[in-house]
């Protein structure tokens, strides 16, 4: 079986933590890097929940973890803590500084995508700070990257963060931008809307049948999903939303990609009222597409994805504080 190199850039919260964890039981991924980036929560606390993703997975101190950008290019950073909580449900560990490299997220990203030029993939699951830098550091990277799977925007559809913006295009769309106009030669995008709302959102039945299962990182699960949950409900979204695993499993397992088009996508950073907008133009308009914006994913076959991997039986490499059994 040919395992994919990959590279995990991520503002650890929720589903984040989620993405690591399918990459790190996934038998099709070979994760190279974890790679932090300011996004959901606070940085300091994405580490700790970044430690106990690769702790409950039973990898910590084995899988590389660099820290990145602690804020955006130009803009304030802005939380989403009203959101996702703490990003772990109040769960908690004793930090190994050991297990976080000395090399900065961005070095880590061009180095590791130099040394096996073409074959690596990363996986930009938060605002795209750590990518843009890498980009604006050593224009080598863009050539190096194999293929850029991205969770953001909307495809002409609702934001979430503001009615125009998706939260990872809005936190940092200068660097959105950068990335966009960069010129990897393989952008896939996965959206907020329609994409995660329609397919990668699973009622709070499907969730407690994911959360009834007594293995370490199910529970783990629950507790980083939980208040993300709630805050959907109370904001009219019915369900458990997933857009940042099913992107990684979009390039794990393509043929759980249904329909994929090919668009112009440009990030608005002038105008307040739209900031962060992702302005996806279609064939018609006659501009060269920059990316595979994904249309439909089969919702179902992720979550049969998500549950066997909540089923795997894992040993924690440190005691998660909190966290039963
Ligand atoms: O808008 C959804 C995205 O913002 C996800 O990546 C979530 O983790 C947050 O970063
Ligand atoms: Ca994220």
């Excluded at 939380?79 to 930090?95: F, K, M, N, P, Y």
């Excluded at 991997?309 to 966290?323: D, F, K, Q, S, Y």
Aim: charged content about 20%; aromatic content about 6%.
């Amino acid at each position: 079986m040919n395992r994919m190199p990959i590279i995990i850039d991520n503002d650890t919260a929720q589903d984040d933590c989620v993405t690591i964890l399918l990459g790190l039981t996934d038998p099709l991924a070979d994760v190279r890097a974890i790679t932090t980036v300011a996004g959901n929560v606070s940085f300091d606390r994405q580490v700790i929940n970044a430690q106990m993703t690769l702790s409950v997975a039973g990898r910590l101190g084995e899988v590389p973890l660099h820290l990145g950008c602690r804020q955006p290019m130009l803009r304030e950073w802005v939380s989403a803590e009203d959101v996702h909580g703490d990003g772990s449900g109040g769960l908690d560990i004793e930090l190994d500084e050991s297990a976080i490299s000395d090399e900065h997220a961005v070095d880590a990203l061009i180095r590791i995508t130099a040394e096996q030029p073409g074959e690596v993939s990363i996986i930009a699951i938060g605002p795209l700070t750590n990518i843009a830098t890498a980009i604006v550091k050593d224009r080598r990277f863009v050539k190096n990257v194999k293929s850029l799977y991205i969770m953001g925007g909307s495809n002409n559809g609702r934001g979430n963060i503001t009615a125009a913006a998706e939260f990872n295009f809005y936190v940092d769309p200068h660097a959105a931008q950068i990335v966009m106009a960069a010129g990897f030669a393989d952008v896939h995008i996965v959206t907020w809307d329609p994409l995660t709302l329609r397919d990668a959102t699973y009622s709070r039945e499907q969730y407690d049948r994911l959360t009834r299962i007594q293995t370490p990182i199910a529970q783990f699960f629950k507790r980083v999903c939980d208040a993300t949950l709630g805050f959907n409900e109370s904001v009219g979204i019915d369900g458990s939303t997933h857009p940042d695993s099913i992107t990684l499993a979009a390039l794990l397992h393509p043929e759980l990609v249904l329909d994929s088009s090919q668009y112009r996508v440009d990030i608005e950073i002038q105008s307040e009222l739209t900031m962060g907008y992702s302005a996806m133009a279609w064939e018609k308009f006659g501009v060269k597409p920059n990316a595979h914006v994904i249309e439909e994913m089969d919702g179902p076959g992720f979550y049969s994805i998500l549950e066997q991997m909540l089923e795997i039986e894992t040993t924690p490499t440190r005691p998660i504080l909190g966290l039963n059994g």
